[in-house]
């Protein structure tokens, strides 16, 4: 089986039963599989993809430092998880 265009191997995981549930509920609600979404969960703790702190800091590079603290505030909101939205 290939996944954006790599074999893949096969991987079991022994997770709590609420864990496999929220991760089932996050990833209907970002349209996933739970694979895919475990995969990008993985591959951004690994460091292959950028967190949105790692963009911020690379397109407000070329920014005044008050701009970019300015940008680092009006995005702040994202980092914010509402437990209401998980249930």
């Given amino acids: 089986m290939r996944y954006k265009g790599e074999l893949q191997m096969p991987l079991s ?7 496999n549930e929220m991760i089932r ?10 694979t895919a979404y475990i995969l ?3 591959d951004e703790k690994l460091g292959f993809t ?3 702190g790692q963009m911020i ?6 920014m005044p430092h008050a701009e970019a603290e300015e940008l680092r505030e009006a ?7 509402n437990q209401g939205d998980w249930d």
Avoid: H
Wanted: proline share 3%; charged share 40%; glycine share 2%.
């Fill in 57 to 62: 800091k690379e397109l407000a590079g070329w």
């Fill in 40 to 42: 990008e969960a993985v």
């Fill in 50 to 52: 950028k967190t949105r």
């Fill in 75 to 81: 995005v702040d909101v994202f980092n914010k998880v």
């Fill in 13 to 19: 995981l022994r997770i709590p039963q609420k864990k």
């Fill in 25 to 34: 509920k996050a990833a209907t609600k970002s349209r996933k599989t739970k």
